[in-house]
């Protein structure tokens, strides 16, 4: 691989670092990656705040649009992988003031969680803030089968509509309306002639013929829809509009607003002859357009294809379209200067979380720590040495980030093994399911965090001793229910549940058909291998795996897998444990 980069493991805070330094308007939150208007505390109480995110790659999305007449704010997380949920609360409090605060995000599961859960949190802590979902991708039919349509790059003509209606004063409610009127009007879809590679795997998303080429791709360097042989542009370009236009009910004599996106890796040349089939099918079809926006908004890495949106335009929409934004967005090309500050760079002070000091363990608990601590290590530990194997399952049917995601995870719960307080079970797993809530991207911490609080709440003890096998047995149940529950998977849906669900069921009956710990821990550890192994027959249903239908069949769900890895070391990590 070659990139002009230093470390992959840096690479979306030194990238950040790069635009603050090169544009004295932005600033970025201590110690998260989140990059905010510099004005901030001067235009929180005057306006609504407007904020979005999610993974890096998609550059200048969203970064590149934070300043005036756009957003507020843009959270950051790792390469395709959602931000955290501490990155987005401690954003909301930083940026929302007495008008409140819009989130708009992409119709992502991991965005939705962490987004979603981050706003019920702020909320709870008196903020005003409500949250719009973008789902412009055309390519797919809104289906109970799948996570639905995907949001690309129409977003950007929403963020721009709102960061508008923001900078006029209008209230949050006002500016919720108009947007989500957007939203319902805007419809994309893209084509791409070849992957993308992601500089922290090093690993292409997917491989493509010479001849062939993805039709209605995501944004994520997930394949798309349908392959089928490259055609002269014309053609490619009356298929994306015939789709669009009969999805959006755009016909003669309608209005609209086209926006050409660069997926990254397509010349000007390129770009240009598209152009020219855009405006030819257009005017076929007796559509007027009001607007054309050409060039790089949402990419995809260094993905070789376009996307096209249309927007129906009325007087008011292409009035907020033409609003004037900070000449240094990406939104206008071209900064006339470049200030340098390598030293003393405005930042925000992120607030700071108090903990209680850790109580004084028994004897036992102190044995029982030992071995915790170790376990968890142990854990971490298969976790890394398969990091690659994870990564390259996830390549094959989602984002590729999976292995990454986890590595952070058991890194952060090390990190907070001094201090977490063991002296109670419940306050154990609780901060357990804090730590991989805020910690981990993407959508493993909140799926995790969701089944740890669960599992939790259900121990509802303080006292280790007092606990049987079988009270962990129902709150291992508990806390698997729940996370289907909430995350909406069900067994045979190609996800996580397909490990978990046989496990814990696996581990209650070994309980109770008279089998010792060790003996239900094996056959638990069996039981999510054996389900984990079984994905590989399944038609996807949730997950941007989804989106591929039954091209996802032969591909196991690598969630599932390292529920596999993480129980098999669990069991073997217990044999150590003399109760």
């Known amino acids: 691989m070659k990139k002009l980069i230093d470390e992959p493991s840096t690479l979306v805070t030194d990238q950040l670092e790069g635009l603050i330094i090169t544009n004295p308007t932005l600033a970025l939150l201590k110690n998260q990656n989140v990059v905010i208007r510099r004005d901030i505390n001067e235009v929180k109480d005057k306006q609504v705040s407007v904020?979005?995110?999610?993974?890096?790659?998609?550059?200048?999305?969203?970064?590149?649009?934070?300043?005036?007449?756009?957003?507020?704010?843009?959270?950051?997380?790792?390469?395709?992988?959602?931000?955290?949920?501490?990155?987005?609360?401690?954003?909301?409090?930083?940026?929302?003031?007495?008008?409140?605060?819009?989130?708009?995000?992409?119709?992502?599961?991991?965005?939705?969680?962490?987004?979603?859960?981050?706003?019920?949190?702020?909320?709870?802590?008196?903020?005003?803030?409500?949250?719009?979902?973008?789902?412009?991708?055309?390519?797919?039919?809104?289906?109970?089968?799948?996570?639905?349509?995907?949001?690309?790059?129409?977003?950007?003509?929403?963020?721009?509509?709102?960061?508008?209606?923001?900078?006029?004063?209008?209230?949050?409610?006002?500016?919720?309306?108009?947007?989500?009127?957007?939203?319902?009007?805007?419809?994309t879809m893209g084509v791409a002639l070849g992957s993308c590679l992601n500089p922290q795997s090093g690993k292409s998303s997917f491989s493509l013929p010479e001849n062939e080429i993805e039709m209605g791709l995501g944004i994520h360097g997930e394949p798309g829809v349908k392959r089928q042989p490259i055609e002269r542009c014309q053609n490619i370009v009356e298929a994306l509009i015939s789709k669009i236009a009969d999805d959006a009910n755009i016909t003669n004599g309608d209005s609209v607003i086209v926006l050409l996106n660069n997926l990254g890796g397509t010349t000007l040349i390129e770009l240009s002859i598209v152009s020219a089939n855009i405006v030819k099918s257009l005017s076929a079809r007796g559509v007027h357009i009001e607007r054309f926006l050409s060039g790089l908004y949402m990419s995809s890495l260094d993905m070789a294809g376009v996307s096209i949106s249309l927007l129906k335009a009325s007087p008011d929409v292409t009035r907020l379209i033409d609003a004037p934004t900070h000449p240094l967005t990406s939104w206008k090309v071209g900064a006339k200067e470049a200030v340098i500050e390598q030293h003393g760079r405005y930042i925000v002070p992120s607030f700071a979380s108090v903990s209680d000091p850790p109580i004084a363990l028994s004897d036992s608990d102190q044995k029982l720590k030992k071995w915790f601590d170790e376990t968890v290590h142990e854990i971490s530990q298969v976790i890394q040495q398969n990091c690659d194997h994870l990564t390259e399952l996830d390549r094959a049917i989602g984002d590729g980030d999976i292995g990454l995601s986890l590595n952070k995870g058991c890194q952060a719960i090390i990190d907070a093994l001094p201090t977490l307080p063991f002296h109670s079970p419940t306050e154990t797993f609780r901060r357990l399911a804090e730590i991989v809530r805020s910690d981990i991207g993407g959508s493993s911490g909140p799926l995790y965090g969701i089944f740890l609080l669960a599992f939790s709440r259900h121990l509802n003890s303080n006292n280790w001793s007092l606990l049987s096998p079988f009270a962990f047995a129902d709150a291992f149940l508990a806390g698997v229910e729940q996370l289907s529950a909430i995350g909406g998977a069900k067994e045979g849906d190609k996800t996580m549940i397909d490990a978990l669900f046989p496990?814990?069921?696996?581990?209650?009956?070994?309980?109770?058909?008279?089998?010792?710990?060790?003996?239900?821990?094996?056959?638990?550890?069996?039981?999510?291998?054996?389900?984990?192994?079984?994905?590989?027959?399944?038609?996807?249903?949730?997950?941007?795996?989804s989106y591929l239908g039954e091209r996802s069949v032969g591909h196991v769900d690598p969630g599932a897998v390292a529920i596999g890895l993480e129980f098999g070391q669990l069991a073997k990590s217990f044999s150590k444990l003399n109760v």
């Open 503 to 545: 496990a814990a069921r696996a581990f209650k009956e070994g309980l109770t058909s008279g089998k010792s710990v060790q003996e239900s821990l094996d056959v638990m550890a069996e039981a999510a291998q054996k389900g984990a192994g079984n994905t590989k027959h399944l038609v996807s249903r949730r997950g941007r795996s």
């Open 51 to 187: 904020i979005c995110g999610g993974g890096s790659g998609h550059e200048p999305s969203f970064a590149g649009y934070v300043g005036s007449g756009l957003l507020s704010a843009a959270v950051c997380g790792e390469v395709f992988s959602s931000p955290s949920v501490r990155q987005v609360l401690e954003c909301l409090r930083v940026v929302t003031g007495e008008k409140g605060t819009l989130i708009v995000i992409m119709n992502y599961t991991g965005d939705r969680l962490n987004f979603g859960i981050a706003a019920e949190l702020a909320r709870a802590e008196g903020f005003k803030v409500s949250l719009l979902i973008v789902a412009d991708d055309c390519a797919l039919l809104p289906s109970d089968q799948t996570a639905g349509r995907r949001g690309i790059a129409g977003t950007v003509l929403v963020l721009k509509t709102a960061g508008a209606l923001a900078e006029e004063g209008r209230s949050l409610e006002e500016v919720v309306e108009t947007t989500s009127d957007v939203i319902q009007n805007v419809r």
